[in-house]
């Protein structure tokens, strides 16, 4: 879901000066959302550190933009309290409502208003300076991003990347507090998302602010990411840096979200998961049980035949700086997959050495069906 970006833009025309930025801490104290009978949010507490750059992330409808929108104020949760420096904003004690909030938006569609020129756009968050003032400021941030000579184009003459700098000049242009991004790079193609991707995180680490962007992207949440908050169904169920959640995943789920992985199956002996391709690691699990060995395709290399478990190679493609291949091990329901460096000598149809990281292998209960 998106923002009504237009809507909520013209409300942000109202708040605000062009003072500092003083970063705010955000708190969500066991904040619960529904719409009609969905549940969208259940009894989520998450606290953000002034300056922190915090990704929330998670698959379609775990309730992203939901927590984006209580903490803007566009939506009141129907349980639990938001605090903005230890202020309560929403909750049992009052509301806050969004224009007096001081909180810096960008949209996944931009939300730019077509009718006014770019530098327009930038002076609506800033109607609290007199009109000269405020001009000064716009441009300031429009030069910031790039843009100072197309201060008086109209939006619809700008590229998506563009336009999405324009967005982002208009929310840091009054100083906020706190910057709420809602997937501000998903409109634009994957090229030009990286370079804009970095350059709004150098002008969020200048401005200071407390940042929460919104992604389905792991590998975006982990570019920009200080912590990286992983949900799931309305909840929260891992937080932590990026190499936290991608070498740690909390559970089998977490860790096909980061990457894909190799799932197989074995059952525990002696404190290990004995499977057809190696013996790992099972700490926590009882004789006998049945689990999962979590293997990430850079973690399997290739190795002459007669080394390691016997596989044969059934397919391999180039990826460029790595190899795709699918390996056949008895044993296994489906090949593996495997991404590996140097596999110009390696020939389909051949037999192979299968070797697993075995450091790098996790192992999961089976999840429920
Ligand atoms: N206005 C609405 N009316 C009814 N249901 C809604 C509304 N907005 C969101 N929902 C539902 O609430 C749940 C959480 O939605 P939300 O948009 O917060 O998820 P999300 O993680 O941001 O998803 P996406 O990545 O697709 O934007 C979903 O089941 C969604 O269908």
């Excluded at 929330?56 to 349980?79: D, V, W």
């Excluded at 995180?201 to 940042?211: G, H, N, S, W």
């Amino acid at each position: 879901m998106t923002f009504p970006g237009i809507e909520a833009a013209a409300r942000w025309g109202r708040r605000g000066t062009a003072g500092p930025a003083i970063a705010q801490s955000l708190g969500f104290d066991r904040v619960s959302h529904a719409y009609g009978k969905v549940r969208a949010l259940d009894d989520v507490t998450l606290a953000i550190e002034p300056g922190e750059i915090v990704c929330l992330l998670g698959p379609s409808g775990c309730g992203k933009t939901t927590l984006l929108r209580i903490a803007s104020g566009i939506e009141q949760p129907i349980a639990g309290r938001v605090l903005m420096d230890g202020r309560e904003v929403a909750g049992p004690g009052g509301f806050v409502p969004p224009e007096r909030r001081g909180i810096g938006l960008v949209f996944q569609d931009f939300a730019l208003f077509p009718h006014l020129t770019n530098l327009a756009n930038v002076m609506f968050g800033l109607k609290a300076l007199p009109k000269a003032e405020a001009e000064r400021v716009a441009r300031l941030a429009l030069d910031r991003v790039g843009l100072a000579a197309h201060a008086m184009d109209y939006p619809h003459a700008l590229s998506g990347g563009e336009q999405q700098r324009v967005a982002l000049a208009r929310a840091v242009a009054p100083r906020p507090g706190i910057l709420l991004m809602d997937e501000p790079f998903s409109g634009l193609d994957s090229r030009l998302r990286d370079l804009i991707r970095e350059e709004t995180l150098a002008v969020m680490r200048e401005t200071r602010a407390t940042c929460i962007v919104v992604t389905h992207d792991p590998e975006e949440a982990m570019r920009m990411a200080d912590r990286i908050v992983l949900m799931r169904a309305g909840r929260i169920v891992q937080q932590g840096s990026a190499g936290d959640l991608y070498r740690r995943p909390i559970d089998l789920d977490a860790a096909r979200f980061f990457s894909d992985i190799n799932e197989v199956p074995g059952i525990v002996r002696g404190g290990k998961l004995v499977t057809p391709v190696g013996y790992f690691a099972a700490p926590g699990f009882a004789e006998g049980a049945v689990a999962l060995a979590a293997i990430r395709p850079q973690a399997i290399f290739a190795r002459p035949p007669g080394m390691c478990v016997p596989g044969r190679l059934i397919a391999k493609r180039f990826l460029g700086e790595v190899d795709f291949l699918e390996i056949a091990v008895d044993g296994l329901d489906q090949p593996l997959k495997a991404r590996v460096r140097s596999a110009e000598t390696l020939i389909e149809g051949r037999d192979i050495g299968v070797d697993v990281a075995a450091s790098e292998v996790l192992v999961f209960a089976v999840p429920e069906a």
